[in-house]
C-alpha cells in the first residue's frame, strides 16, 4: 500500500471510521476494477461503513440480552403447533405489538417451543434496534435478592429496566416467599408501559396466585401483565424439544 494510502486510513480512524479504514484497500481495488465513479465510490464506501457499524450494533445487543442459546423464528416447526399458525407467527415478528407495549404470555408444557419462540422474538427485535434482555425466572429472583449488596445485579438489573423487551423464562416454576412476590412486583411495576415483556410458563395465570402465596400481589401483577397482553397456549402434544433433538442415532428408529 502506498502512503496515501496509510494516510488516509489514518483520518478514517481519526474520524472514528474504522471499519472503512481497514476496508479501504479492497474498496480502491473494486473502484479500480468496476471504473467507479466518484459518487459510486463515495456511496460504496459510506454503506459499508453503515453496514458494519450495524452489524457490530447487533453483536453488542445479542450480548446484551444474555440468550442461554440463540434461535431464530425460521427454525421454529410452527406447522407442528395447532394453535399458532404460521400467520399468527408472522404477524407477531413484526414487532408491532412492541411498538405498542403489549405484553406476551406463551403457555404450555415444557418442550413445547415456548422458550425457542421468546428468544426468536427477541432476536427480531434486535435486529430492528431494539434492546433486549432475557432471564430465567430463577436468575431474576436471585437479582432481586441481591441488588442491596451485590454491584454484579444490581448492573443486571439495570440492564433488564433500560430494555425494550424483557423475556422472563419459566415463570412459576416454583412457589415465591412473599418477600421474593414482593420484589417481584415492583419490578413489574417499573417496566409496566416502559417495556413490553415475554413471560414463558407451564401455568397459567389462574395458577399464579397459589405460588406467589399473597393474593393481593399476583393480582397487582396481572393487572399490569394483562392491561394489553396476548396469551398463546401453546399444544401439549409431543414434545418439540424431543421432536427436534440432536441425537446419536440421527434419524434412525431405536429397536429392540
Same mark, same amino acid.
Given at each position: 500500500?502506498? +502512503?496515501?494510502?496509510?494516510?488516509?486510513?489514518?483520518?478514517?480512524?481519526?474520524?472514528?471510521?474504522?471499519?472503512?479504514?481497514?476496508?479501504?484497500?479492497? #474498496?480502491?481495488? $473494486?473502484?479500480?476494477?468496476?471504473?467507479?465513479?466518484?459518487?459510486?465510490? #463515495?456511496?460504496?464506501?459510506?454503506?459499508?461503513? #453503515?453496514?458494519?457499524?450495524?452489524?457490530?450494533?447487533?453483536?453488542?445487543?445479542?450480548?446484551?440480552?444474555?440468550?442461554?442459546?440463540?434461535?431464530?423464528?425460521?427454525?421454529?416447526?410452527?406447522?407442528?403447533?395447532? +394453535?399458532?399458525?404460521?400467520?399468527? #407467527?408472522?404477524?407477531?415478528?413484526?414487532?408491532?405489538?412492541?411498538?405498542? %407495549?403489549?405484553?406476551?404470555?406463551?403457555?404450555?408444557?415444557?418442550?413445547? *417451543?415456548?422458550?425457542?419462540?421468546?428468544?426468536?422474538?427477541?432476536?427480531?427485535?434486535?435486529?430492528?434496534?431494539?434492546?433486549?434482555?432475557?432471564?430465567?425466572?430463577?436468575?431474576?429472583?436471585?437479582? =432481586?435478592?441481591?441488588?442491596?449488596? @451485590?454491584?454484579?445485579? %444490581?448492573?443486571?438489573?439495570?440492564?433488564?429496566?433500560?430494555?425494550?423487551?424483557?423475556?422472563?423464562?419459566?415463570?412459576?416454576?416454583?412457589?415465591?416467599?412473599?418477600?421474593?412476590?414482593?420484589?417481584?412486583?415492583?419490578?413489574?411495576?417499573?417496566?409496566?408501559?416502559?417495556?413490553? @415483556?415475554? =413471560?414463558?410458563? $407451564?401455568? *397459567?395465570?389462574?395458577?399464579?396466585?397459589? =405460588?406467589?402465596?399473597?393474593?393481593?400481589?399476583?393480582?397487582?401483577?396481572?393487572?399490569?401483565?394483562?392491561?394489553?397482553?396476548?396469551?398463546?397456549?401453546? $399444544?401439549?402434544?409431543?414434545?418439540?424439544?424431543?421432536?427436534?433433538?440432536?441425537?446419536?442415532?440421527?434419524?434412525?428408529?431405536?429397536?429392540?
Amino acid at each position: 500500500m502506498t +502512503s496515501t494510502v496509510h494516510t488516509l486510513q489514518d483520518q478514517f480512524r481519526h474520524l472514528r471510521m474504522v471499519e472503512t479504514a481497514n476496508e479501504l484497500p479492497e #474498496l480502491l481495488r $473494486n473502484a479500480e476494477r468496476s471504473s467507479w465513479t466518484y459518487q459510486e465510490f #463515495l456511496q460504496e464506501l459510506l454503506m459499508y461503513e #453503515l453496514k458494519r457499524r450495524e452489524e457490530k450494533n447487533v453483536e453488542k445487543r445479542l450480548k446484551w440480552a444474555k440468550f442461554p442459546y440463540l434461535k431464530t423464528l425460521d427454525e421454529f416447526h410452527v406447522e407442528e403447533q395447532k +394453535s399458532l399458525s404460521t400467520r399468527q #407467527l408472522n404477524q407477531l415478528r413484526e414487532l408491532n405489538w412492541l411498538e405498542q %407495549q403489549y405484553n406476551l404470555i406463551l403457555l404450555g408444557p415444557p418442550g413445547a *417451543g415456548k422458550t425457542h419462540i421468546g428468544i426468536g422474538l427477541g432476536i427480531e427485535a434486535i435486529q430492528k434496534g431494539y434492546k433486549v434482555a432475557f432471564s430465567t425466572m430463577g436468575e431474576l429472583v436471585h437479582l =432481586l435478592k441481591t441488588e442491596e449488596y @451485590i454491584r454484579k445485579s %444490581q448492573m443486571q438489573l439495570k440492564r433488564i429496566k433500560e430494555s425494550d423487551l424483557v423475556i422472563i423464562d419459566d415463570l412459576m416454576y416454583m412457589a415465591m416467599d412473599q418477600r421474593e412476590a414482593n420484589l417481584f412486583f415492583h419490578l413489574i411495576n417499573h417496566l409496566y408501559e416502559r417495556s413490553s @415483556i415475554i =413471560l414463558t410458563s $407451564n401455568k *397459567g395465570p389462574e395458577q399464579w396466585g397459589e =405460588l406467589m402465596g399473597d393474593q393481593g400481589i399476583t393480582t397487582a401483577i396481572l393487572d399490569r401483565l394483562l392491561h394489553r397482553v396476548e396469551v398463546i397456549q401453546l $399444544n401439549d402434544n409431543d414434545s418439540y424439544r424431543i421432536k427436534h433433538r440432536t441425537t446419536i442415532f440421527g434419524k434412525e428408529s431405536v429397536q429392540n
